[in-house]
Nanobody
Framework: QVQLVESGGGLVQPGGSLRLSCAASGTISNLDVMGWYRQAPGKQREMVASIVMSGSAARNYGDSVKGRFTISRNIAKDTVHLQMTDLTPEDTAIYLC????????WGQGTQVTVSS
């Protein structure tokens, strides 16, 4: 099992930026993919971004964040980062980190609130 710890959430004004981090520990010898989903009140869970943790570092983004969010990895630290720019109130949600090693594990989530 993989343990995931997110950090970096908070309150930001529209147009601002935030950087989220997610550190993996535990059984991570076959860590394949890491990424982020988000859950806003009254909405379905939405895929935000993912990155392959070996070789190609292929990235995938949800349509609503393309061009604004960037996911990156630090393989040595088994960590991924999500750089979020040009934030809008529609980005307000709990951001959940996940990992895939054949099974999916989830972090506890970190709250991002975009408000003036």
């Amino acid at each position: 099992q993989v343990q995931l710890v997110e950090s970096g959430g908070g309150l930001v004004q529209p147009g601002g930026s935030l950087r989220l981090s997610c550190a993996a520990s535990g059984t991570i010898s076959n860590l394949d993919v890491m990424g982020w989903y988000r859950q806003a009140p009254g909405k379905q869970r939405e895929m935000v971004a993912s990155i392959v943790m070996s070789g190609s570092a292929a990235r995938n983004y949800g349509d609503s964040v393309k061009g604004r969010f960037t996911i990156s990895r630090n393989i040595a630290k088994d960590t991924v980062h999500l750089q979020m720019t040009d934030l809008t109130p529609e980005d307000t949600a709990i951001y959940l980190c996940y990992s895939y090693t054949g099974t999916i594990d989830w972090g506890q989530g970190t709250q991002v609130t975009v408000s003036s």
